[in-house]
């Protein structure tokens, strides 16, 4: 059974740092394109980072390009988004994906709280 | 970037009727279309992918089709726990893309 399961969310401050992990297991972790998708409260789906199987090519959009940095750790069945500069637009769920073009898994998610 | 449009934003519907839902793209996405459920309080979960392949334990009564830009989404004999929002996404360019949701009551 697949399974992702994130961890490392909570309540920053304007312009301070946060990385999220996500734990995979129930499949072969190196054979996939892994991403995170955000979901601000009570809103839609927006696409975040993704990254390839060896980790050599990663996608962002504009919104956090330069902020945010998606990584893996093939050997821990490991994903995690580094998230710098945060503002309070950040505010959401943080999901865990598998991608395969579509995204077929997703974790529970993880809140990601950006205020004062 | 593709624009994701999806109608109606809310539906209010009986068990047992049929509903459709509509996702129009900004430019041809040659069926590289999505659809997801997402009950309250959870994670997102693929229903159908390539506009029309039903994703693995999904009920039957749940169909996608549409090419183009047009792609719907078909669930028949509505069941108390399809209630939720629904959610299109195109995966033919980057950046993958979402439409709104439509959220899926029961009358």
């Known amino acids: 059974e697949v399974q992702l399961v994130e961890s490392g969310g909570g309540l920053v401050q304007p312009g301070r740092s946060l990385k999220l992990s996500c734990a995979a297991s129930g499949f072969t972790f190196s054979n996939y394109y892994m991403a995170w998708v955000r979901q601000a409260p009570k809103k839609g789906l927006e696409w975040v980072a993704t990254i390839s199987t060896s980790g050599s090519r990663t996608y962002y959009p504009d919104s956090v390009k330069g902020r945010f940095t998606i990584s893996r750790d093939n050997a821990k069945s490991s994903l995690y988004l580094q998230m710098n500069s945060l503002k309070s637009e950040d505010t959401a769920t943080y999901y865990c994906?598998?991608?395969?073009?579509?995204?077929?898994?997703w974790g529970q998610g993880v809140m990601v709280t950006v205020s004062s | 970037d593709i624009r994701m449009t999806q109608s109606p934003a809310s539906l209010s519907a009986s068990l047992g009727e049929t509903v459709n839902i509509e996702c129009l793209a900004s430019?041809?996405?040659?069926?590289?279309l999505a659809w997801y459920q997402q009950k309250p309080g959870k994670s997102p979960q693929l229903l159908i992918y390539n506009a029309n392949s039903l994703q693995n334990g999904v009920p039957s009564r749940f169909s996608g089709s549409g090419s183009g830009t047009q792609y719907s989404l078909k669930i028949n004999s509505l069941q108390s726990e399809d209630v939720a929002t629904y959610f299109c996404q195109q995966y033919n360019n980057y950046p993958p893309t979402f439409g709104a949701g439509t959220k899926l009551e029961l009358k």
């Open positions: 994906a598998r991608e395969d073009n579509y995204f077929d898994y």
């Open positions: 430019e041809d996405i040659y069926s590289d």
